[in-house]
């Protein structure tokens, strides 16, 4: 009889076990790919800061090449008109 109801007992904590298990597995799998989707979006953002990095610097190197050239445009100016 103390058999019967240790070898109960016993099946039922190794299928509490296994069930806790496929549990935690099943988290780990949700987390990992909620981290592998973080990755993803995380990647696709440094890239799209990156291009607008080089948009922003690109136009102020437009924009200062342009300055340089004003005082130039001006003094010519006033010469015609002189």
Known sequence: MNEDLFAEQLRTLTELNNA??????????TMTAQRDQTVKQLR???WLLAILMTLVLS?????????ESVPG?????LRRQS
């Open 20 to 29: 806790r298990q496929r549990e935690v597995e099943g988290y780990f799998r």
């Open 44 to 46: 696709v953002l440094v």
């Open 59 to 67: 136009q102020t190197f437009a924009l200062s090449s342009k300055m």
């Open 73 to 77: 445009q001006v003094t010519n100016e």
